[in-house]
């Protein structure tokens, strides 16, 4: 019986309180450019439609893939 009693308090336990707090979710910050994947810290960056390219001709071919994956 009292085994029975420790088992119960130790669920009720383990619900009340968390054992690991959940990492938030960081929202996903572009660093690479998505058209030759290089980290776009460094080089210049050109911006379009709310992406992040390293050049226009990157963002040209993003545009190109993007719509490759669309059909
Ligand atoms: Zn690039």
Do not use: D, H
Not at 18 to 36: I, Y
């Amino acid at each position: 019986m009292v085994e029975e009693v420790t088992k119960e308090a130790v669920a009720a336990i383990a619900e009340k309180v968390p054992v690991k707090a959940e990492p938030q979710p960081v929202a996903e910050k572009q660093t690479n450019c998505l058209g030759c994947n290089k980290p776009l810290k460094k080089i210049k960056k050109y911006y379009r439609n709310g992406k992040f390219f390293c050049s226009k001709r990157c963002w040209l071919k993003a545009v190109e893939k993007s719509k490759e994956e669309k059909k």
